[in-house]
């Protein structure tokens, strides 16, 4: 038996109300320039949106003229979608309060969660969205992920309870030095002053 690997999400599909809340939210509100449309192949009287959400990948929206928005939180049951989290850089977190209060647009304000900074809000149909800030880069040549699993292990073998900075800049470190050599025999902190 073997795994049926994975190389990222190709597109994530929502159910939307007409084509152009969709269009006013994805592109309007959160920027995703809209760069496709056909009809759903599945259901003849739908239509297919298709956004670019900065990555390539694509968010599609399938639309229908006689449906309306919905605002009420969609479900939060077993198997649904609890939300989608859209990644800003640290400019555009910063400002984003200001844009959605502009806009009228209940949010959560800005959550610390350790690693990431980020700020929760409901789509015209109750979808949660969250906007999402690292607040590192990863060293040349690794992920994201590459060094929130770093600090996992620097976390837990620490008995810390969650992730914090001091995690981060050391699961940093670590890697670097993992991955890059240098002529130095003795590369522990010094303190030249």
């Known amino acids: 038996m073997r795994k049926l690997q994975s190389q990222g999400v190709h597109h994530i599909t929502l159910v939307g109300a007409n084509r152009q809340t969709s269009i006013d939210f994805w592109e ?30 694509l968010i599609t929206i399938f639309t229908k003229e006689d449906r309306v928005p919905d605002p009420r939180r969609t479900s939060t049951e077993p198997g649904a979608v609890h939300h ?44 949660t969205i969250e906007l999402a800030s690292y607040r590192f880069e990863p060293p040349a040549g690794f992920t994201h992920a590459d060094v929130l699993l770093e600090a ?30 240098s002529l130095s025999a003795d590369r522990s902190p010094k303190n030249p002053y």
Not at 169 to 175: C, F, P, S
């Open 28 to 57: 309007g509100v959160l920027g995703m320039p809209f760069i496709f449309e056909q009809p759903n192949l599945d259901v003849s009287d739908e239509s297919h949106l298709y956004f670019d959400p900065g990555d390539g990948r």
């Open 84 to 127: 989608i989290a859209f990644a800003v850089s640290k400019a555009t977190f910063d400002q984003a309060i200001d844009r959605l209060d502009q806009r009228g647009i209940r949010h959560s304000g800005v959550k610390d969660r350790g690693f990431m900074d980020s700020i929760y809000f409901n789509d015209p149909l109750g979808l």
């Open 152 to 181: 996992h292990k620097i976390r837990t073998g620490r008995g810390d309870y969650n992730i914090e900075k001091v995690h981060l800049a050391d699961a940093i470190e670590a890697l670097t030095e993992r991955s890059r050599d």
